[in-house]
């Protein structure tokens, strides 16, 4: 366990990190009746990226200036994360799909793609099911849609599959479950965010080194607060909400494309197909979750081609 560092999310502002992204900029938005948080640079067609929990727009750190050599990329913090507003509702995919489209509308954005990781993955998806029309192609990063297949999920792991790393063939994501519990999470982890940071990337990652002191040091300041944790875990409480709403959603006919690591692989490459008539899955087998900081290139080489194609 790494040691816990006390801090906040001041001594890692946005004014600060950018500097680390030369080319981009912090922007604010206000869209869908919640203000917005996002960072851009470069230029071209626009390519939206949305980040997944427990992290930030900085997630997007390690990919981010190669990206920008051929496309105008937008780094939106999703509501409820990082310096964007923290509603007491609307954190169903839904209507956080809804806030990127207003971003899209505002901003002017025409054949936009947009890359989603994580929970990102599942907002970016969800954006594709309800308004295809602004989607031209779509990258999913180990996550998509929430689905009943979820309701699978075993409340206890099976017996030799709980172990200092992610078991694929018997995951065991107890923090799905946990993230439910409203008021108890937001006690138990104000100002501890870290011990379950560092416990979470050492678990569903290969090589937990790669996520570096600072990035986890502004990932703990960022959800450090009970009004940050309690509202990414909100973005789990609505799952039920998005089950019911893919009731409704017809196949996608963009090009999507996921990619996958050691962990997601299985599931993916059975699960987008049910939803997609155009998908290509893309395994990277020595990658844990957080794909961006353990195998930056192999992303980009995934990623460039297909937006290119």
């Known amino acids: 366990m790494k040691e816990l560092v006390s801090t906040t999310l001041n001594d890692f502002s ?31 067609k626009p390519l939206l990226c949305l980040p997944g929990w427990p992290q930030t727009w900085y997630s997007l750190k390690p990919v981010a200036l190669q990206l920008a050599e051929k496309y105008r990329v937008i780094i939106v913090d999703l509501r409820g994360m990082g310096s964007s507003e923290k509603p007491e509702s609307g954190y169903d995919k839904k209507t956080m799909a809804k806030d990127i489209l207003g971003i899209i509308e505002q ?9 989603g990781h994580d ?18 192609k779509l990258i999913v990063l180990d996550g998509s849609h929430p689905s009943e297949g ?3 999920m075993p409340l206890m792991p099976m017996a030799g599959t709980f172990n200092e790393k992610m078991d694929a063939n018997m995951p065991y ?14 006690q138990l982890l104000e100002g501890r965010f870290r011990y379950l940071q560092d416990w979470l990337f050492n678990y569903v990652m290969i090589d937990d080194s790669k996520m570096t002191s600072l990035e986890r040091e502004v990932y703990a300041a960022a959800y450090n607060d009970k009004e940050s944790i309690r509202a990414s875990n ?18 996608l006919t963009m090009p999507v494309l996921g990619i996958a690591s050691y ?34 290139q192999q992303v980009i080489d995934a990623v460039l081609p297909f937006l290119a194609s």
């Open 107 to 115: 901003l002017s954005l025409k054949n936009v793609s947009i890359m």
């Open 173 to 186: 994501a107890w923090w799905m479950g946990f993230n439910q519990v409203k008021g108890l999470p937001e």
């Open 150 to 152: 979820m309701m699978q």
């Open 234 to 251: 909100a973005w789990y409480q609505t799952f039920n909400q998005d089950i019911e709403d893919t009731k409704a959603y017809q196949q």
């Open 263 to 296: 962990i997601s692989y299985n599931y993916m490459s059975m699960g987008l197909p049910y939803v997609a008539t155009n998908v290509h899955v893309v395994g990277i087998l020595d990658s844990g979750h957080y794909l961006f900081e353990e195998k930056p």
């Open 14 to 44: 946005d004014d600060e990190l950018i500097k680390n992204l030369p080319g981009f900029a912090n922007k604010y938005i206000t869209t869908n009746g919640v203000k917005l948080h996002y960072v851009e640079g470069g230029s071209g």
């Open 119 to 136: 929970i990102g993955g599942m907002v970016a998806m969800s954006l594709a099911f309800n308004h295809p029309d602004v989607v031209e």
